[in-house]
C-alpha cells in the first residue's frame, strides 16, 4: 500500500513548518480566515522556500469564505500549490482553481445518511484531488475527533478519490482513529494535524509533533503487516 500521507495544518510560523517539513509532513496548510486565531496573511508561505525550507512539502492555502477571485489572488501571491475549500465553494469554483489543485473538505456529522454523504462525494469527484473528512458541521479547528455515528457513515460510504482525515489527532488518537477505521473497512489516506500538536493555537509543539509523526509510522506499519501477513 501506499505510505499514509501527512498535514500539518494551522502553520503560523517558519520554524514549524520546518519541522513539519523535516519530520516528513507532506503538505503544510496556511489558513486564510480573520476569524480563525491561526489566520495568516500571503507572506508566511511566501516566504518557505518549497525545496530548501519544506523539503518539497505542499503548500495549502486554507479557504473559508473566500470566492474563486480572492482564491485564486492568495494562491498566486503566496505560491500555493494547493487549495484546502472549508466554505460552500461549489464545482464552477473547484474547476476554476483547478480540480488537481483542490482539497474538498466534507463533514459526515451533518449528513443525514450515508446516501446524502455519498452524494456529495460523487458531486465534488470529478472535481478535486482529495477529499478531506472533518469533525463538526462546518468550518474547522474543532479540536476533536469526528463522532462515531460519522463513523458509521464513513464505513459504509464509497470514496470516488483518497481521502485525509481531520479532527483534533495528536500522537494518542491517531492510532486509535485509523484503527477504528480500518476495522470498518474504510482507512484514509492519511491525516490531518492541527490543533492536536499545538501547546497554543497556532503554535506547534516540538514534542508533540515529533510523537505524532511516530505514532502515524507505527500506525503504517500495523497496517502494512495486516495486509502482509
Known amino acids: 500500500m501506499s505510505r499514509l500521507l501527512a498535514k500539518v495544518c494551522g502553520i503560523t510560523r517558519p520554524q514549524d513548518a520546518r519541522l513539519a517539513a523535516a519530520l516528513g509532513a507532506d503538505m503544510l496548510g496556511f489558513i486564510f480566515h480573520p476569524k480563525s486565531p491561526r489566520n495568516v496573511d500571503s507572506l508566511v508561505p511566501a516566504g518557505l522556500d518549497k525545496s530548501l525550507d519544506l523539503l518539497g512539502a505542499l503548500k495549502v492555502g486554507v479557504f473559508v469564505g473566500q470566492g474563486r477571485d480572492e482564491i ?15 466554505g460552500g465553494q461549489d464545482e464552477v469554483v473547484c474547476r476554476a482553481i483547478g480540480p488537481e489543485r483542490v482539497i474538498k473538505v466534507l463533514w459526515p456529522e ?11 462525494l460523487d458531486r465534488f469527484a470529478s472535481c478535486c484531488r482529495l477529499f478531506l473528512v472533518d469533525a463538526g458541521s462546518g468550518g474547522g ?3 476533536r475527533e469526528v463522532a462515531d455515528h460519522a463513523g458509521e457513515i464513513l464505513a459504509a460510504a464509497r470514496f470516488p478519490k483518497p481521502w485525509l482525515l ?18 470498518k473497512g474504510r ?16 503554535v506547534k509543539d516540538k514534542d508533540k509533533l515529533r510523537a505524532a509523526f511516530a505514532a502515524l509510522r507505527a500506525a503504517q506499519s500495523i497496517q502494512t503487516k495486516g495486509e502482509n501477513p
Open 187 to 202: 482507512g484514509p489516506a492519511g491525516v490531518d494535524m492541527n490543533s492536536g500538536v499545538e501547546s497554543a493555537p497556532g
Open 166 to 183: 481531520a479532527g483534533g489527532l495528536g500522537p494518542q488518537s491517531i492510532g486509535p482513529a485509523l484503527a477504528r477505521l480500518r476495522a
Open 141 to 143: 479547528g474543532h479540536g
Open 72 to 86: 485564486l489572488a492568495l494562491m498566486a501571491a503566496g505560491g500555493l500549490d494547493l487549495a484546502q475549500l472549508h
Open 110 to 120: 451533518r449528513a443525514a445518511n450515508v446516501e446524502a454523504f455519498q452524494a456529495e
